[in-house]
């Protein structure tokens, strides 16, 4: 399916890096902020008014989610002003570095096979260790075969993160990088990092995340392009103000670094948790916007949201017990950072608020707010024009540009489709709630995934409402009524109706994702193709 | 230095290119506002149509059914402009999103009402534009508009209709400039409206424009003289542009005999309106007078204008008399009294603020006993609602081909 050509997987295999930033780019964008922000001003003088509000905690809670949105995106843009590439340092000479790679039961073997082999390739020095609990004899062959260290870390609490400690431990080296075992690491990798160390002060070197199957469905795709802005300008715009944060896969540390934090955090964001206490600890960060490595992304719907869960849950952690634990040792620019990020996942209970606005409406009859349309629409579009207009600028910066330039609407479908993920890792964080066992077939069962169910329901309430108003509207409602009700009622219609329009992206990726035959996509990566000449 | 003056000039230069940016949007945004609000607007009305369209009441149980009589009335200007017949009116403000108080008034009066009174003031605001939805929604009722249209001054936007004339002193003179032109594209767009809405409606301009403390389009203001030129300006722009389904009501309000001083001439008015509110003893300079002392010397001179009339404001406050009363003696001779009324519209206000300080509440639908004695009133008239043959036959006026004379002041 798609495009799994030899060519487009020959341009995936690449070094890539993203483009460097010139002072008239970084002045461009700054004029589109400030436009953007004086947008964002006249759009407040228009908001913040005393005949707009028809309930006074409606219009509070409207006020609150709507101006929560705006914020964030205010915060985003300020980051990208700093944004910033580090120079390129030649690696340090004859350092130990050491790669920690994790499997677990039900791993598929041939997938380490690809991974060992390619860390094998990689030319700095390093040795490559094998962090297995499979209790699968056929996991140390793999690891032996491809010359890699194989060490049996059994029964740990902590998952990764209990085996990397119990790890550190076994070993010596003085730098150590994780690399998740979907992700193929190109020769090259360690050449583009180990140069940092010089700074005595670096804890950790994070590069990017990038994927090689995200042509293999919607949810893959669309999960592939949540992330394209992270890695680029975002996390760009981050290590200019030395926030940038430790994404679990592809982080290269300093042991000592890790060591004066008692080791790799453990939870379900375990590494916002270490990156969050590296830089308490007072180390410094650095985000260098390069692809040496490509992984994995999930292909079905099902996946995708648990993965989504278990981060929503594991961010709420770090914002709840480690934030405010740390919060004298941190930076402002660091405390506003992980205040961001930390409530990301929010927007799962805003999104809940924005969409029961036209029930209430149409089942309760209350209404938050006197606005026309009409003039919200018109006072809202400069902010939105600027934002798209940063968002597209900006992505000059993305690590790949020819391959992830776009509006990303089938990650924004995805994203609006996991609302009741994300609602759900906030509710649990509150009273620290476990998360739900929900099995995920490895194999497409021709079934839909239990996490598309409330886009389900979202849709059955929304044709039963259209059929209740339409009745309603045919056959009760006086004919005085009608003509001068109708602007509203189909006003709100429209505004429900474009939330309805959402939930079929989501439920198209679970249809999709039903009928996904399961694919070895490793089988097909070839590792002498992999060219580490750096692609423009 | 060096460092300081390049960074200093770099971040102004930076905020000044932003603001100007951002600025340049808003303008844009304010240029096509108006445009895109007709859309909206436009979109507006036509959706309701559609619907209207679609859910397609049964007929012959809707209000339009029990006032299919006045069909033959409202698509004949002829007869509209000459009935043999009283038509009956109401207008009450809350109206906002429905005409259910209208239709529980008439359930009351035991009557349909064929004229729907509404007010609308001149201006750039949005809602300030020929109101479609509301001359559509009564006419899909089966009644006919009735629009008091308000020339204030105020709202218009100052970069569309340039003035030196400092805002508070805007309506100033403002008769002059309405029949200077200043106004035109205002009035030429709300009368290509009207055109396109397309059934005759009454169009009451202007109105009270002699009483010196109200309407910043009195004399105060204004010359008599110069309401005239106005006048004929507005009705010219609307005979040039083809918006000859209004019929224009020269409403002055009878308590200052001044009136006759106002009146634009036959050709330019199609109907006399006049007030006839009974303030009682509500404020110091009122007392209560009775129907005949408000309306019996204007309408001896009015009866000889050669114009059919219409009580265009008709109700009386509570106190300091029998309101009831009030309207039985009012109403219960006046086909006979006052044969050249041909139009009585119900003033069901329950918050007036243009006279007092304090609201006045004109609303008589909760007041059983003024109910009882209107609706054994207009039972007692037999109005008959079949217009002879004769009538019917004549061309309706407005498609009859109009000279349409400039106004003086052109």
Same mark, same amino acid.
Request: glycine share 8%; aromatic share 14%; charged share 20%.
């Given at each position: 399916?798609?495009?799994?050509?030899?060519?487009?997987?020959?341009?995936?295999?690449?070094?890539?890096?993203?483009?460097?930033?010139?002072?008239?780019?970084?002045?461009?964008?700054?004029?589109?902020?400030?436009?953007?922000?004086?947008?964002?001003?006249?759009?407040?003088?228009?908001?913040?008014?005393?005949?707009?509000?028809?309930?006074?905690?409606?219009?509070?809670?409207?006020?609150?989610?709507?101006?929560?949105?705006?914020?964030?995106?205010?915060?985003?843009?300020?980051?990208?002003?700093?944004?910033?590439?580090?120079?390129?340092?030649?690696?340090?000479?004859?350092?130990?570095?050491?790669?920690?790679?994790?499997?677990?039961?039900?791993?598929?073997?041939?997938?380490?096979?690809?991974?060992?082999?390619?860390?094998?390739?990689?030319?700095?020095?390093?040795?490559?260790?094998?962090?297995?609990?499979?209790?699968?004899?056929?996991?140390?062959?793999?690891?032996?075969?491809?010359?890699?260290?194989?060490?049996?870390?059994?029964?740990?609490?902590?998952?990764?993160?209990?085996?990397?400690?119990?790890?550190?431990?076994?070993?010596?080296?003085?730098?150590?990088?994780?690399?998740?075992?979907?992700?193929?690491?190109?020769?090259?990798?360690?050449?583009?990092?180990?140069?940092?160390?010089?700074?005595?002060?670096?804890?950790?070197?994070?590069?990017?995340?990038?994927?090689?199957?995200?042509?293999?469905?919607?949810?893959?795709?669309?999960?592939?392009?949540?992330?394209?802005?992270?890695?680029?300008?975002?996390?760009?715009?981050?290590?200019?103000?030395?926030?940038?944060?430790?994404?679990?896969?592809?982080?290269?540390?300093?042991?000592?670094?890790?060591?004066?934090?008692?080791?790799?955090?453990?939870?379900?964001?375990?590494?916002?948790?270490?990156?969050?206490?590296?830089?308490?600890?007072?180390?410094?960060?650095?985000?260098?916007?390069?692809?040496?490595?490509?992984?994995?992304?999930?292909?079905?719907?099902?996946?995708?949201?648990?993965?989504?869960?278990?981060?929503?849950?594991?961010?709420?952690?770090?914002?709840?017990?480690?934030?405010?634990?740390?919060?004298?040792?941190?930076?402002?620019?660091?405390?506003?950072?992980?205040?961001?990020?930390?409530?990301?996942?929010?927007?799962?209970?805003?999104?809940?608020?924005?969409?029961?606005?036209?029930?209430?409406?149409?089942?309760?009859?209350?209404?938050?707010?006197?606005?026309?349309?009409?003039?919200?629409?018109?006072?809202?579009?400069?902010?939105?024009?600027?934002?798209?207009?940063?968002?597209?600028?900006?992505?000059?910066?993305?690590?790949?540009?020819?391959?992830?330039?776009?509006?990303?609407?089938?990650?924004?479908?995805?994203?609006?489709?996991?609302?009741?993920?994300?609602?759900?890792?906030?509710?649990?964080?509150?009273?620290?709630?476990?998360?739900?066992?929900?099995?995920?077939?490895?194999?497409?069962?021709?079934?839909?995934?239990?996490?598309?169910?409330?886009?389900?329901?979202?849709?059955?309430?929304?044709?039963?409402?259209?059929?209740?108003?339409?009745?309603?509207?045919?056959?009760?409602?006086?004919?005085?009524?009608?003509?001068?009700?109708?602007?509203?009622?189909?006003?709100?219609?429209?505004?429900?109706?474009?939330?309805?329009?959402?939930?079929?992206?989501?439920?198209?990726?679970?249809?999709?994702?039903?009928?996904?035959?399961?694919?070895?996509?490793?089988?097909?990566?070839?590792?002498?193709?992999?060219?580490?000449?750096?692609?423009? | 230095?060096?460092?300081?003056? #390049? %960074? =200093?000039?770099?971040? &102004? !230069?930076?905020?000044?290119?932003?603001? *100007?940016?951002? +600025?340049?949007?808003?303008?844009?945004?304010?240029?096509?506002?108006?445009?895109?609000?007709?859309?909206?607007?436009?979109?507006?009305?036509?959706?309701?149509?559609?619907?209207?369209?679609?859910?397609?009441?049964?007929?012959?149980?809707?209000?339009?059914?029990?006032?299919?009589?006045?069909?033959? #009335? %409202? =698509?004949?200007?002829? &007869? !509209?402009?000459?009935?043999?017949?009283? *038509?009956?009116? +109401?207008?009450?403000?809350?109206?906002?999103?429905?005409?259910?108080?209208?239709?529980?008034?008439?359930?009351?009066?035991?009557?349909?009402?064929?004229?729907?009174?509404?007010?609308?003031?001149?201006?750039?605001?949005?809602?300030?534009?020929?109101?479609?939805?509301?001359?559509?929604?009564?006419?899909?009722?089966?009644?006919?508009? &009735?629009?008091?249209?308000?020339?204030?001054?105020?709202?218009?936007?100052?970069?569309?209709?340039?003035?030196?004339?400092?805002?508070?002193?805007?309506?100033?003179?403002?008769?002059?400039?309405?029949?200077?032109?200043?106004?035109?594209?205002?009035?030429?767009?709300?009368?290509?409206?009207?055109?396109?809405?397309?059934?005759?409606?009454?169009?009451?301009?202007?109105?009270?424009?002699?009483?010196?403390?109200?309407?910043?389009?009195?004399?105060?203001?204004?010359?008599?003289?110069?309401?005239?030129?106005?006048?004929?300006?507005?009705?010219?722009?609307?005979?040039?542009?083809?918006?000859?389904?209004?019929?224009?009501?020269?409403?002055?309000?009878?308590?200052?005999?001044?009136?006759?001083?106002?009146?634009?001439?036959?050709?330019?008015?199609?109907?006399?309106?006049?007030?006839?509110?009974?303030?009682?003893?509500?404020?110091?300079?009122?007392?209560?007078?009775?129907?005949?002392?408000?309306?019996?010397?204007?309408?001896?001179?009015?009866?000889?204008?050669?114009?059919?009339?219409?009580?265009?404001?008709?109700?009386?406050?509570?106190?300091?008399?029998?309101?009831?009363?009030?309207?039985?003696?009012?109403?219960?001779?006046?086909?006979?009294?006052?044969?050249?009324?041909?139009?009585?519209?119900?003033?069901?206000?329950?918050?007036?603020?243009?006279?007092?300080?304090?609201?006045?509440?004109?609303?008589?639908?909760?007041?059983?006993?003024?109910?009882?004695?209107?609706?054994?009133?207009?039972?007692?008239?037999?109005?008959?609602?079949?217009?002879?043959?004769?009538?019917?036959?004549?061309?309706?006026?407005?498609?009859?081909?109009?000279?349409?004379?400039?106004?003086?002041?052109?």
């Amino acid at each position: 399916m798609g495009r799994t050509s030899n060519t487009g997987v020959n341009a995936l295999w690449q070094y890539r890096a993203a483009a460097g930033t010139a002072t008239t780019q970084r002045l461009r964008l700054a004029v589109l902020v400030v436009a953007g922000c004086g947008s964002i001003l006249h759009l407040a003088d228009w908001w913040f008014r005393a005949e707009h509000v028809a309930s006074l905690p409606l219009f509070l809670v409207l006020t609150f989610i709507f101006w929560w949105g705006i914020l964030r995106m205010v915060v985003l843009w300020i980051s990208y002003l700093r944004i910033s590439k580090p120079p390129q340092k030649p690696a340090l000479p004859q350092r130990r570095v050491a790669i920690f790679t994790t499997s677990s039961p039900g791993e598929p073997l041939s997938m380490f096979e690809k991974t060992l082999a390619a860390c094998a390739r990689i030319t700095y020095p390093h040795t490559t260790y094998l962090l297995d609990d499979t209790r699968d004899p056929r996991f140390r062959e793999v690891a032996e075969r491809n010359g890699a260290v194989w060490l049996e870390l059994v029964g740990l609490p902590g998952a990764k993160a209990g085996k990397i400690n119990a790890a550190l431990q076994r070993t010596d080296e003085e730098f150590i990088l994780v690399l998740d075992p979907d992700h193929i690491p190109f020769p090259n990798f360690l050449d583009e990092v180990l140069g940092y160390f010089e700074d005595e002060k670096v804890g950790f070197v994070q590069v990017a995340q990038a994927y090689y199957n995200q042509y293999r469905s919607f949810t893959a795709r669309g999960a592939a392009e949540q992330t394209y802005g992270f890695y680029g300008p975002t996390q760009m715009g981050m290590n200019g103000l030395n926030c940038a944060v430790a994404i679990g896969a592809n982080c290269t540390f300093r042991r000592t670094a890790l060591e004066s934090i008692g080791g790799h955090g453990i939870g379900l964001a375990e590494d916002l948790i270490t990156a969050i206490r590296m830089h308490a600890a007072g180390w410094k960060s650095v985000y260098n916007p390069i692809v040496v490595s490509r992984g994995l992304v999930p292909e079905d719907l099902g996946s995708f949201c648990k993965q989504q869960l278990k981060w929503a849950r594991g961010v709420h952690e770090v914002l709840f017990a480690e934030v405010p634990r740390l919060w004298p040792k941190l930076s402002f620019w660091q405390r506003l950072s992980y205040l961001t990020v930390g409530t990301y996942y929010v927007s799962g209970a805003t999104m809940l608020l924005f969409l029961l606005i036209p029930y209430l409406f149409f089942w309760a009859g209350m209404q938050p707010a006197n606005m026309d349309f009409v003039e919200f629409v018109l006072n809202w579009l400069p902010v939105g024009l600027f934002g798209v207009l940063i968002y597209l600028y900006v992505q000059r910066w993305l690590c790949h540009p020819q391959e992830e330039r776009g509006l990303h609407w089938r990650g924004m479908c995805l994203k609006f489709a996991c609302w009741p993920v994300f609602f759900l890792g906030f509710v649990l964080s509150l009273w620290n709630g476990r998360i739900p066992y929900i099995p995920t077939a490895k194999q497409a069962d021709g079934r839909f995934t239990w996490f598309a169910w409330p886009l389900l329901v979202h849709q059955l309430l929304f044709i039963g409402t259209l059929l209740y108003v339409v009745v309603e509207r045919a056959y009760y409602t006086p004919e005085a009524r009608l003509a001068l009700s109708s602007g509203d009622t189909w006003g709100m219609m429209a505004f429900a109706g474009i939330a309805y329009l959402m939930t079929l992206g989501g439920l198209f990726a679970a249809y999709q994702s039903s009928k996904l035959t399961a694919e070895e996509p490793w089988a097909t990566v070839r590792l002498p193709g992999i060219s580490c000449q750096l692609a423009s | 230095m060096k460092v300081l003056v #390049y %960074r =200093t000039s770099a971040v &102004l !230069l930076v905020i000044v290119s932003g603001v *100007l940016l951002s +600025a340049l949007l808003l303008y844009a945004g304010e240029r096509s506002k108006g445009p895109l609000e007709d859309l909206a607007l436009s979109v507006t009305s036509d959706v309701a149509r559609f619907e209207k369209h679609l859910v397609g009441h049964d007929l012959r149980k809707s209000r339009s059914a029990s006032l299919r009589w006045f069909d033959r #009335y %409202r =698509t004949h200007q002829a &007869l !509209l402009n000459a009935p043999d017949t009283i *038509l009956t009116g +109401a207008y009450d403000n809350n109206t906002a999103e429905s005409y259910e108080s209208i239709v529980a008034l008439e359930e009351s009066l035991q009557v349909k009402l064929p004229i729907i009174q509404l007010y609308t003031a001149w201006g750039s605001k949005k809602d300030q534009v020929f109101p479609m939805l509301r001359a559509q929604a009564i006419q899909d009722l089966g009644s006919i508009p &009735l629009i008091t249209w308000e020339p204030w001054l105020n709202d218009f936007d100052r970069n569309e209709f340039p003035t030196k004339q400092p805002v508070e002193r805007i309506n100033e003179g403002g008769l002059k400039a309405i029949a200077s032109g200043r106004y035109d594209a205002y009035i030429d767009k709300w009368a290509a409206a009207a055109k396109q809405f397309g059934a005759p409606f009454y169009l009451r301009f202007g109105h009270e424009m002699n009483d010196p403390y109200r309407y910043p389009w009195g004399p105060q203001n204004n010359d008599p003289a110069d309401f005239i030129v106005a006048w004929r300006h507005v009705v010219s722009r609307f005979r040039q542009l083809g918006a000859t389904n209004a019929i224009w009501i020269w409403s002055p309000h009878p308590a200052y005999r001044t009136y006759r001083q106002f009146y634009p001439g036959n050709e330019y008015v199609d109907w006399i309106g006049v007030t006839t509110l009974n303030y009682g003893t509500v404020a110091p300079w009122s007392e209560w007078y009775s129907f005949d002392e408000i309306f019996g010397a204007s309408y001896a001179e009015f009866s000889l204008y050669g114009k059919p009339m219409m009580i265009t404001e008709f109700g009386s406050l509570r106190v300091g008399g029998d309101r009831a009363a009030w309207f039985q003696q009012a109403l219960s001779d006046l086909p006979e009294k006052y044969p050249v009324v041909k139009a009585v519209v119900f003033y069901n206000n329950t918050s007036d603020v243009t006279t007092t300080y304090k609201s006045l509440d004109w609303s008589f639908n909760a007041d059983k006993q003024v109910l009882a004695a209107t609706t054994r009133v207009l039972k007692s008239w037999r109005l008959h609602h079949a217009p002879t043959e004769r009538l019917l036959r004549k061309k309706p006026l407005a498609a009859a081909p109009l000279a349409a004379p400039h106004s003086v002041g052109e």
